[in-house]
């Protein structure tokens, strides 16, 4: 009996934990901007390898007569580009007034992500402003667990434990990505202490060598002045 609710007692610590610790991650970040008519916004979004990144975007025109933004018309589009650490384009691609971009990483870093609306084809802008609206879902956060759970005809609890499995793998995901960074500044450091060691012996070397170059000019100097 002990035993047992020893076991229970781990289990809700460990749950508990594993809870906190998804607080601290959370990888889901909502914002909105305004942009011009030939303006592009674009975004840093540091993302491990291998995980799912999903954009919902909206867009909204600025009413004169109603002073307020209002829901963009259809003719409007959005073009959304996304580029790796690496400079690589992995999502190129024009999308509605209102939509959503998926592109999965391959290279854990900062990856790039830029907007830009077509307006200059139907001048819609008129000089004004356009808004979007911008969620960014990352990772485990881009799962719809009301549909796997249908589709797979999950319990709540295996519903759960599925969530905490998945959550616990972007956990990994993020620390494996801590470390890589940790690694690249390592490197970063080491070169750069190698550099300033290489440099502070060359200046040595210099000072050295002008020293020894005037100790020759000078004693040149007095012999032709016969001083020595």
Known sequence: MHNHETGRTLLRTTITTILLLNVYYTFVSSLYFHIGETEKKCFIEEIPD???????????????QKEEY?????????????KDPDEK????????SEGRFTFTSHT???????????????ALF????????LDIQVGEHTNNYAEIAAKDKLTELQLRVRQLVEQ???IQKEQNYQRYREE??????ESTNQRVLWWSIVQTLILVAI??????????????????
């Not at 384009?89 to 509605?96: D, E, H, K, N, P």
């Not at 008129?126 to 609206?133: E, K, P, Q, S, T």
């Not at 690249?184 to 450091?189: A, G, I, P």
């Open 70 to 82: 209002l829901p963009a018309t259809q003719g409007l589009g959005m073009f959304v580009e996304v």
């Open 168 to 170: 616990v793998d972007q």
């Open 89 to 96: 384009v992995i999502l190129s691609r024009q999308y509605g």
């Open 211 to 228: 020293g020894f170059w005037q100790m020759r000019h000078l004693k040149s100097f007095f012999e032709a002045k016969k001083l020595v």
């Open 50 to 64: 291998e995980t799912m990144i999903i954009g919902n975007y909206r867009t909204q025109l600025y009413d004169k």
């Open 108 to 122: 854990p870093g900062e990856h790039q992500i830029c907007l830009h609306s077509n307006s200059s084809k139907f």
């Open 126 to 133: 008129a000089g004004g402003m356009l808004r979007v609206h």
């Open 184 to 189: 690249r500044f390592r490197q970063t450091s």
